[in-house]
C-alpha cells in the first residue's frame, strides 16, 4: 500500500528545545494533517492543511504543506514535558475520502 | 459530548472465535472508518464508510467485515480470530466540511484484542 515516509522515527531532547520533523512521499496529496497519539488513547488531530505552500500555526506547533505536495513539516518551538507522545502525519489523495498515516514520531522530553 | 465511543477497551478471544468491535459517535458524521495499529507500522485502514449503507475496503480488509445500518454506528466484526490479528483497533469518524470527507478525523479510544 501508499505509505509516507516519517522521520525521524524517535527523538530524544530537553525541556525547552525546538524540534522538527518530516514526513515525504513519492506521491502527491492534496490534504497534510498532523496527530498526536498520548499513550492508551486515540489519535487527536493537531493542524490540517490544505493548500500547497500552506503555513499554519496551532499554539507552539507550527507545520507546513510542501510546496511540491509529496511533504510536510511539523515543528514545536520551545518543548514541554506534556508533548510526550506519538506524532503521526497523514495525507489525503485527491478524489479519495482515504487517509494514508506515517509510521510515526515517537518523541520524548528529559526535564 | 461523547464522541466517538468504543467498546470494549480489551479482549482477548481464541483463535477461530468471531467477535463484533463496536464504534458509535454521537457528533452525526458522515464518514467513519476503522484502523489497526501495529508496533512501527502506524495506522492501516482495515474498512471505511460514507454514509448509512455504504461501506468500501481499506488497505487490509480480509478476515474483518463492516457494516453501517445508521449514521451513528459502525460495527467491526472478526469473522474468525487468528493472532495476526492481535492488535489495537481504532475507530474513527470525519464531518463533511466544505466538501471535504473523511479529513479531519476524530478517533475513539481504541479497543486492545490479543488473540491466542
Known amino acids: 500500500g501508499q505509505q509516507l515516509n516519517q522521520s525521524p522515527q524517535s527523538m530524544f531532547i530537553q525541556e525547552g528545545e525546538d524540534v522538527s520533523m518530516n514526513c515525504t512521499s513519492s506521491?502527491?496529496?492534496?490534504?497534510w494533517l498532523w496527530y498526536k497519539q498520548d499513550p492508551g488513547e486515540g489519535p487527536v488531530l493537531l493542524i490540517a492543511?490544505?493548500?500547497?505552500?500552506e503555513l499554519t500555526s496551532n499554539g507552539r506547533l507550527t507545520a507546513q504543506f510542501g510546496i511540491t505536495r509529496k511533504d510536510s513539516f511539523l515543528n514545536i518551538s520551545a518543548s514541554i514535558p506534556s508533548d510526550v507522545g506519538i506524532y503521526f502525519c497523514?495525507?489525503?489523495?485527491?478524489?479519495?475520502?482515504?487517509?494514508?498515516f506515517g509510521k510515526g514520531t515517537k518523541l520524548s522530553v528529559i526535564p | 459530548n461523547a464522541g466517538v465511543t468504543q467498546t470494549p477497551k480489551f479482549q482477548v478471544l481464541k483463535t477461530g472465535q468471531s467477535m463484533t468491535l463496536q464504534c458509535a459517535q454521537d457528533?452525526?458524521?458522515?464518514?467513519m472508518s476503522w484502523y489497526r495499529q501495529d508496533p512501527g507500522m502506524g495506522l492501516r485502514l482495515i474498512h471505511y464508510?460514507?454514509?448509512?449503507?455504504?461501506?468500501d475496503q481499506g488497505e487490509v480488509p480480509n478476515g474483518y467485515n463492516v457494516s453501517r445500518s445508521t449514521t451513528e454506528d459502525f460495527p467491526l466484526r472478526l469473522l474468525s480470530a487468528a493472532p495476526s490479528q492481535t492488535s489495537v483497533y481504532f475507530c474513527?469518524?470525519?464531518?463533511?466540511?466544505?466538501?471535504?470527507?473523511?479529513?479531519?478525523?476524530?478517533f475513539g479510544q481504541g479497543t486492545r484484542l490479543t488473540v491466542v
Open positions: 474513527a469518524s470525519s464531518p463533511k466540511d466544505r466538501g471535504r470527507l473523511g479529513t479531519e478525523a476524530f
Open positions: 506521491s502527491i496529496f492534496n490534504t
Open positions: 492543511l490544505y493548500k500547497a505552500g
Open positions: 497523514a495525507g489525503q489523495k485527491a478524489g479519495s475520502y482515504q487517509l494514508t
Open positions: 457528533m452525526n458524521h458522515e464518514y
Open positions: 464508510s460514507v454514509g448509512a449503507g455504504i461501506t
